[in-house]
């Protein structure tokens, strides 16, 4: 387990690390952990007063004394030297002399801090200097005497703090209704975690004037501002949630088991001494609802949905492809509570290390190392099409909660996908009038379906909908039938490719759909005649009995 903030930073100003760099936008809060740490007998054994220099105020003690004209930083630098007394220096915003991105950084500067490390590490007093800067730039130079370390976003203790704070000092206003109880608070506290305290209050006060109410309906306030630190990122897309697990046909098993874990990130679950769940594999035939489950979980679970591309992981010079997957998981933890969505990652890591000199391994080994490892409430949904291309090492127990297969639907499915899209559809007022999703449609659509994705059910819906269209008239029944009959569906396409990943999840995954949805019933008969009198319908095959 990481140590936290202090304790790390006592340890170094103990062993005099002469320079140590944090990467934060929050200065202030750095500002008041070093001086915090630094004026501690307990922790440092002699306290130091801290300096701090700035391109604006030059080179400054916290009692107000200064150094002369030393803005220039190698002007701070050589000031800094001549201190023969116990010393902590905060410097802000000296990355621009270091260079980066393809700049040099300034020599000057570079040497400074060379002999500043010198100094500190054999001087007689102890002395120590920290850099603070939104980005962390280490000259090779500087690669030796600089010693790097976190510093983490705001716990949920501080942002609780922010909240009630601004709850306190706004309590009186008659604009204003305050409807939270202890549950809501920390639930806004919670959504608010991946923000730094600037960006929390700020999205606090935004949902305070929202409506002049606020209440958990301003929960979605909160993730908008979260959703402006995943757009800065680059890596990561925000994705609108789509619909809730009770709009999904089918799949009760797999909605049953999440249902059951939602808000197992927030202090009930932990009562239970119960840790966050990490996530699910889902696989199976395509077009049966993975991707729409990794949507509708968030929608349900009122959590951001972020959507991780692999292909933008392996882009960019040679080295960034690491550096672009532990930045993908920085700002997933940032944002957490969250769904990280994975799709078709069996694109990404199919053939890890495969004639790209171990990139996609290295990049591989981070992610597995990180699934096993991560203690932020992160909920990774994977989807795969081709599980059995996956490397076996990520399918072990302690990456995933567990693996679901997710089959062409069940008759019982069928009617209830048909009864969502039918439903949808009959309600437009162009669309609906001439055709009713009665008993009698609903049958005769599902034993049409027979064999049919939910993606092709809702295809061939869409279909009869551009028939309808082309002649500027409501859907009828005969042109959802037509649809139907004239398209070939993947069961037929991909038979064998389908009974392979039947076969591989047979004794490896936990079936999507309930015991109780299984069709075992009349088989379907060889032949079917068309509606339209075409000839034979082709027959699908149906889920095996055995699975």
């Known amino acids: 387990m990481e140590q936290p903030f202090r304790t790390t930073l006592a340890q170094l100003l103990k062993a005099r690390f002469p320079i140590v760099a944090i990467e934060s936008h929050e200065e202030l809060r750095v500002l008041f952990e070093v001086r915090a740490v630094a004026g501690?007998?307990?922790?440092?054994?002699?306290?130091?007063?801290?300096?701090?220099?700035s391109l604006t105020d030059g080179l400054r003690r916290d009692d107000g004394e200064e150094q002369g004209r030393t803005k220039d930083p190698a002007d701070a630098l050589d000031a800094l030297l001549r201190l023969q007394q116990p010393v902590v220096a905060v410097f802000r915003d000296l990355h621009p002399s270091l260079g980066g991105a393809g700049q040099p950084g300034d020599a000057a500067v570079i040497r400074r801090l060379r002999d500043v490390a010198t100094a500190f590490r054999s001087g007689a007093v102890p002395r120590s200097l920290v850099l603070v800067s939104p980005v962390s730039r280490v000259p090779v130079e500087l690669e030796k005497d600089i010693t790097v370390i976190d510093f983490p976003l705001p716990a949920?203790?501080?942002i609780r703090g922010v909240l009630e704070g601004m709850l306190r000092a706004n309590a009186a206003s008659p604009r204003l209704r305050i409807d939270l109880d202890d549950d809501g608070r920390e639930?806004?506290?919670?959504?608010?975690?991946?923000?730094?305290?600037?960006?929390?209050?700020?999205?606090?006060?935004?949902?305070?004037v929202n409506d002049g109410v606020l209440d958990l309906a301003d929960l979605p306030v909160i993730l908008e501002e979260k959703r402006q630190t995943v757009r800065k990122a680059g890596l990561l897309e925000f994705i609108e949630t789509g619909p809730r697990l009770s709009d999904i046909g089918g799949l009760e098993n797999l909605k049953r088991w999440l249902g059951r874990r939602e808000g197992a990130w927030l202090a009930d679950a932990a009562d239970y001494g119960l840790p966050a769940p990490r996530g699910v594999l889902i696989t199976g035939v395509p077009g049966c609802g993975k991707s729409l489950t990794a949507k509708a979980v968030a929608a349900a679970w009122g959590i951001p949905l972020l959507r991780l591309d692999i292909g933008r992981v392996f882009a960019g010079l040679v080295g960034s492809s690491e550096h672009n997957m532990r930045a993908a998981i920085r700002t997933a933890e940032a944002v957490a509570p969250c769904v990280l969505w994975i799709d078709e990652i069996e694109k990404g890591f199919a053939a890890t290390g495969a004639n790209d000199s171990g990139t996609s391994s290295r990049v591989f080994g981070s992610f597995l190392t990180w699934l096993q490892e991560k203690s932020r409430p992160v909920f990774v949904i994977a989807t795969a099409n081709e599980i059995e291309s996956l490397p076996p090492e990520l399918l072990r127990k302690g990456r995933f909660d567990e693996v679901f297969f997710v089959d062409l639907p069940t008759r019982a499915e069928r009617g209830a996908i048909w009864s969502v899209h039918l439903g949808r559809w009959l309600r437009h007022p162009r669309v609906g009038g001439a055709l009713t999703a009665d008993h009698a449609v609903l049958t005769e659509l599902t034993t049409l379906s027979e064999g049919y994705s939910g993606a092709e059910i809702e295809h061939a819906l869409i279909a009869g909908v551009y028939d309808a269209f082309a002649e500027r008239r409501p859907l009828r029944h005969d042109d959802v039938v037509r649809a139907l009959v004239n398209m070939v569906p993947l069961s037929v396409t991909q038979a064998e490719r389908i009974a392979a990943v039947r076969a591989w999840a047979d004794a490896r995954a936990v079936a999507a759909t309930a015991a109780e949805d299984w069709d075992l019933g009349t088989p379907v008969a060889p032949t079917q005649p068309r509606p339209d009198g075409g000839g034979p319908h082709r027959p699908h095959g149906g889920r095996p009995v055995e699975f």
């Open 187 to 208: 639930r806004f506290a919670k959504a608010a975690l991946g923000l730094t305290l600037h960006e929390a209050e700020n999205a606090f006060a935004r949902a305070m």
């Open 40 to 53: 501690d007998a307990d922790l440092v054994r002699t306290p130091r007063p801290v300096w701090t220099w």
């Open 156 to 158: 949920e203790f501080e």
